[in-house]
């Protein structure tokens, strides 16, 4: 099974940008979907953006549509989220998994240890 480590969390200020990274074990994740999740305490994981094997279609919860970007470089199987004019409500711990499809955000993996997003007012 595909097994994904994210990183690239960090603490900055409202308004503040981060790149989160997703990386693979394995060229098999080129033939799934990737999914970001978020998880704030005590919740289960919501989505937050997907994208299909290629990049080539993406979905993005409303509440980040137009400040969060997903991408994926299948040559170096990473996906990431660009995340700009983050906003404290943005402070979670982010996670990625693999998809059946993109607009089937039911992760595939196993969860794995996230990478913590913290924004200050």
């Known amino acids: 099974q595909v097994q994904l480590v994210e990183s690239g969390g960090g603490m900055v200020q409202a308004g503040g940008s981060l790149t989160l990274s997703c990386s693979a074990s394995?060229?098999?994740?080129?033939?799934?979907?990737v999914g970001w999740f978020r998880r704030y305490p005590g919740k289960d994981h919501d989505i937050v953006a997907t994208?299909?094997?290629?990049?080539?279609?993406?979905y993005y919860a409303d509440s980040v549509k137009g400040r969060f970007t997903i991408s994926r470089d299948n040559a170096k199987i990473t996906a990431y989220l660009q995340m700009n004019s983050l906003k404290p409500e943005h402070t979670a711990v982010y996670y990625c998994?693999?998809?059946?499809?993109?607009?089937?955000?039911?992760?595939?993996?196993?969860w794995g240890q996230g990478t913590q997003v913290t924004v200050s007012p």
């Open positions: 998994n693999i998809l059946r499809f993109f607009n089937s955000p039911e992760p595939l993996g196993s």
């Open positions: 394995e060229r098999a994740f080129e033939n799934y979907a």
């Open positions: 994208t299909n094997w290629n990049g080539g279609f993406t």
